[in-house]
């Protein structure tokens, strides 16, 4: 058991430096992304925002918002909120999930603790984003102006060193030369805080061994209506209770 868990770890780690070295390079690369080359594939794309909410809610498929701690930061300061209302560890789709046992397994260790690596924004229990208004057909986003740098850039980002565009009803509109500047210097802009963020979150990372008995502690905790989990993200850890309220899925923080 014990030799296992060591061939674990050094896979893990290999891999873990794999990423580190891939992003590095990216980050080094940056310097060869032409502004302009970005502005003109948006352009050619076409779009317009229609304000339809469409990206916020589930209906449409995907809509989880990764965030950074820095963005988080940023929401708190601007609105007077506390992290337990931004933001929730990036586990809630395996948590919510019958299907997932032995991968949620792999996210808990020997006392039962989950390790989840970073952020999302809070949804409410039918998957829309807790922000967006939820009073009739508006669809205004009660952050806005201090809103994550996927949601200012959505459709577009980067991966990989290139543009990729999501789907989105508001492709294909007209859109001026200084509006496609505007948006690819802040998609550029996204890659380079995410992988900044990347980087970081994996030279901090915490290993952590994983067992059945954990897993049981874990389902016992949750029978009671909580767990302890241990959120590993560019600035270390962040440990708490993960619960449910009205609005879905909570993180109170405890350390």
């Known amino acids: 058991m014990k030799k296992q868990h060591e061939t674990d770890l050094k896979s893990i780690d290999k891999l873990r430096r794999f990423m580190l070295c891939k992003w590095r390079e990216e980050l080094a690369c ?10 003109l594939h948006i352009q050619k794309a076409g779009f317009r925002c229609l304000r339809c909410g469409a990206c916020c809610r589930s209906e449409d498929g995907d809509n989880r918002v990764f965030i950074t701690p820095a963005e ?28 997932n ?11 039962g603790n989950l390790h989840p690596t970073g952020w999302i924004l809070r949804r409410r229990f039918n998957g829309d984003c807790k922000f967006i208004s ?41 859109i ?22 990347f980087i970081s979150t994996y030279e901090k990372y915490e290993y952590f061994s994983s067992s059945s008995k954990g897993y049981d502690i874990y389902l016992r905790r949750l029978s009671e209506g909580k767990s302890i989990c241990i959120v590993h993200d560019s600035r270390g850890i962040s440990k708490g209770f993960l619960v449910s309220d009205c609005e879905g899925l909570r993180f109170i923080r405890t350390v």
């Open 134 to 174: 939820d009073a009739g057909p508006s669809s205004k986003c009660r952050i806005y102006n201090a809103r994550p740098g996927l949601c200012s850039t959505y459709p577009f980002h980067m991966e990989n060193m290139n543009l990729e565009i999501c789907e989105c009803p508001g492709l294909g509109m007209d």
């Open 72 to 99: 988080i930061d940023l929401i708190s300061e601007t609105h007077d909120m506390d992290l337990e209302d931004i933001a929730v560890p990036c586990i809630d789709d395996i948590l919510s999930s019958s299907d």
């Open 176 to 197: 001026e030369w200084k509006e496609c500047m505007a948006i690819a210097r802040k998609v550029i802009q996204r890659y380079i805080s995410e992988l900044r963020d």
């Open 30 to 39: 940056l310097d060869e992304i032409s502004t302009e080359d970005i502005a």
């Open 101 to 111: 046992h032995q991968e949620l397994q792999s996210f808990i260790d020997t006392q």
